[in-house]
């Protein structure tokens, strides 16, 4: 329940989630192209204002602030993802709506990374980003007091909504020009394009926002017909009957004029394009099988098996309602068999989109960066722990049917 006099959360995110989608179709054009592409006049309404973004960060109270920013908006740190092992260095979390109500009203996720610092290998580049970072301010002075402001009151009193919107949406656009010298931008690449993308500007921007598609296989399809390159192979499990989890693909869409501290002219690649399908749930069970299936699948395809060929591994995963439903592999709603929703991302497509989008070679295998007691310092930098999906979707598949 709202409290009188407060604005919804769902509806503060809801309008975030449009003007973010309005600002990001007037500044990266193919977006625009990928939302006709999807468009499904008369499908499920919530496939049409259904999208995530993304967002890199690199100091711990960034973190801090960006969870108490999306907490005015109903959103919330789900899962714990380490990319660190596929050669990614950052750690993230999934900002989403948690209850069921909050998911059909306004289904916007934020997908959030933490640069890992302490996996430069230089420790005077290290030292160096460190100090560029902690030189900047990503949230306005006005935007805190309203955070503050909805903490102590519980809600956001309704007359703030709209500043509130405006003050949020500055943490999150692009900025044309960098915080550093062209050199140090080009140093900073040479370590890690990741690093360079969050250190030499001044703020997290979204760098995609991505719709749902009913059908990502056809969407796909759709993408290369219309001249938009996006990368061959789709992330996640292959075509299905009875879709799971989640299927992505993505393009590069942008290369960025920018300018650098110095005044010297450059290019970056910041901002891309990717489309989305969802599917049901898993249970812990159903997820076990698919990574043990999906890491055979990227076994065989990094020796050199063609991607379709090596997909076949997953006839091993039942493709039909009942066999999903006696194998307890997948979340149903209480007494259906409807499958629950998965709302959640994978990492190992994760750091597919990622590898691609950062112009860095796509087959998997990538150097292994050091990993472990990356989830404590994150949920530190958080200043909270992440709630368990798995719990999530439990509770949902055992609320009282109704
Ligand atoms: C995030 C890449 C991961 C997804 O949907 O799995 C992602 C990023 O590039 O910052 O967006
Ligand atoms: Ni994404």
Redesign the pocket.
């Known amino acids: 329940m709202t409290e009188v006099g407060m604005v919804d959360p769902d509806i503060l995110r809801a309008r975030f989630s449009q003007a973010l989608s309005d600002i990001y179709r007037r500044e990266v054009p193919l977006y625009g192209t990928l939302l006709e592409l999807v468009g499904s006049p008369g499908g499920d309404p919530r496939l049409r204002v259904e999208r ?1 973004g ?3 960060l690199g100091l711990p109270d960034e973190l801090r602030g960006i969870r108490r920013l999306f907490a005015v908006m109903g959103l919330h740190p789900v899962g714990y993802y380490d990319l660190a092992g596929a050669g990614i260095p ?1 750690h ?1 979390t999934a900002f989403r709506p948690i209850q069921a109500a909050a998911l059909a009203a306004s289904p916007f996720r934020v ?1 959030t ?1 933490l640069l890992r610092l302490e996996l430069i290998a230089d420790p005077a580049l290290r030292d160096e980003a460190a100090a560029i970072l902690s030189g900047r301010r990503i949230f306005t002075g006005r935007l805190l007091e309203l955070v503050a402001l909805a903490e102590a009151e519980g809600g956001l009193p309704a007359e703030h909504a709209d500043r509130f919107l405006a003050e949020a949406l500055e943490t999150f656009r692009w900025h044309p020009t960098a915080a550093v010298e062209a050199a140090t931008y080009h140093q900073l690449r040479a370590a890690h394009p990741l690093v360079a993308d969050v250190v030499c500007f001044r703020g997290p921007h979204i ?2 926002l ?1 719709p749902r598609t009913r059908d990502i296989d056809v969407t796909h399809g759709a993408m290369r017909a219309r001249g938009m390159k996006p990368k061959p192979t789709i ?1 996640g499990p292959p075509r299905r009957q009875v879709p799971i989890l ?1 299927r ?1 693909t ?1 393009f590069l869409a942008l290369d960025e004029v920018v300018r650098f501290a110095d005044g010297a002219p450059g290019t970056h690649t910041a901002r ?1 394009g ?1 489309v ?1 399908q969802r599917g049901a749930a898993l249970t812990p069970e159903g997820r076990t099988l698919y990574d043990r299936l999906l890491a055979l699948m990227q076994a065989e395809v990094a020796s050199g098996i063609p991607h379709a060929e090596a997909a076949a591994i997953f006839a091993a995963f039942p493709d039909d309602l009942d066999g999903l439903h006696a194998a307890k592999l997948a979340f149903f709603r209480p007494g259906t068999r409807e499958p629950i929703l998965y709302e959640d ?2 990492p190992a ?3 597919g ?2 590898r691609s ?2 112009g860095a070679a796509d087959p998997v295998g990538a150097d292994a960066m050091p990993v472990g007691g990356g989830r404590a310092a994150f949920e530190v930098a958080l200043g909270a722990p992440v709630l368990d999906e798995m719990a999530l979707y439990a509770s949902r598949a055992s609320e009282a049917a109704g």
């Open positions: 995530h993304a967002i890199r950052v993230s997908f990374s760098n995609h991505t992330e989640l992505q993505s891309f990717e989305e991302f994978l497509s994760a750091a989109i990622f989008n950062l």
